[in-house]
């Protein structure tokens, strides 16, 4: 009885789709554009605002060498809608350098599970007008995670506005 009654429920389920979707269909496809353009916009925007500071580091930094003098101990928490608090930790290196004479440090912006590594080399790049905005070389790892975001944000928005100029010249 329960199984016919499911696939009862589920016949009329589908039949429902299916009628949303004649009624709707056509407008489908213009609505998913303008989600890709807004979603689109929205990581280009988040990519931007969190990987500002290492593009341009990246782009126009000046090189130096430094060295880790210590590592910072961080425990970070927050809470879910049950109100657990998982915390996680992280040892994050504090990195010295030297620019005309004048000592600068500088927290690096990637912890790892271990605070070994004191004393050792590092290169740094840091800012020409602001020394004091710096962070270790990383040849990958410095475009984490704005770099990813922004070519994600680029592809839909190039996606979702090719599809709005192809709909404008076909109608």
């Known amino acids: 009885m329960n199984e016919k009654l499911s696939q009862e429920a589920a016949s009329e389920?589908?039949?429902?789709?299916?009628?949303w979707i004649r009624v709707h269909g056509p407008r489908i496809p213009v609505?998913?554009?303008w989600v890709q353009i807004a979603t689109g916009i929205?990581?280009?925007g988040l990519a931007y605002h969190t990987g500002k500071v290492q593009f341009d580091l990246i782009r126009?930094?000046?090189?130096?060498?430094g060295h880790i003098v210590r590592f910072e101990y961080v425990t970070s928490s927050s809470s879910d809608a049950r109100g657990f608090r998982p915390s996680s930790s992280a040892f994050y290196p504090i990195v010295e350098f030297n620019v005309d004479g004048r000592r600068f440090r500088f927290r690096d912006r990637?912890?790892?599970?271990s605070g070994g590594g004191v004393n050792d080399l590092v290169t740094v790049l840091f800012s020409s007008d602001r020394p004091s905005v710096a962070m270790i070389e990383r040849p990958f790892?410095?475009?984490m995670p704005w770099a990813p975001t922004f070519v994600v944000g680029a592809f839909l928005?190039?996606?979702g506005a090719m599809g709005k100029l192809k709909e404008r010249v076909e109608s």
């Open 13 to 19: 389920f589908a039949s429902k789709i299916m009628e």
């Open 110 to 113: 990637f912890g790892s599970a």
């Open 42 to 44: 929205f990581l280009v």
């Open 157 to 159: 928005l190039l996606v």
């Open 31 to 33: 609505t998913i554009r």
């Open 60 to 65: 126009e930094g000046i090189r130096a060498s």
């Open 141 to 143: 790892r410095n475009w």
